[in-house]
């Protein structure tokens, strides 16, 4: 069982920066392919990130050059650095893990689930 906590949301003005962190528990984390959703109000959760445990990446378009999902195995803890953040940015970021080595970027093939953390980009 791996149980995940998110951290670091918050309100930013367009142009700015947040990052989220999250932090797990358990000993297989190292093995993990760690990724982070969005859910926006009346929009299914979409895939943001990816990282694999070989630590290699993928990303949303939309995010591409923006956003940089970085893991750190000894500390169990994966982040989400945003950049040029912009109001369609604005939704619950969730942290995933899931057991799978492979990419991939639908919400059902991850086993376990963070609570979120609001992100909200405003004037």
């Known amino acids: 069982q791996v149980q995940l906590v998110e951290s670091g949301g918050g309100l930013v003005q367009p142009g700015g920066s947040l990052r989220l962190s999250c932090a797990a528990s358990?000993?297989?984390?190292?093995?993990?392919?760690m990724g982070w959703f969005r859910q926006a109000p009346g929009k299914e959760r979409e895939f943001v990130a990816a990282?694999?445990?070989?630590?290699?990446?993928r990303y949303k378009d939309s995010v591409k050059g923006r956003f940089i999902i970085s893991r750190d195995n000894a500390k169990n803890t994966v982040s989400l650095q945003m950049n040029s953040l912009n109001p369609e940015d604005t939704a619950v970021y969730y942290c995933?893990?899931?057991?799978?080595?492979?990419?991939?970027?639908?919400?059902?093939?991850?086993?376990?689930w963070g609570q979120g953390t609001q992100v909200t980009v405003s004037s």
């Open positions: 995933a893990a899931a057991t799978r080595y492979y990419y991939t970027s639908l919400p059902s093939q991850y086993d376990y």
């Open positions: 990282e694999r445990r070989d630590g290699s990446t």
């Open positions: 358990g000993r297989a984390f190292s093995t993990y392919l």
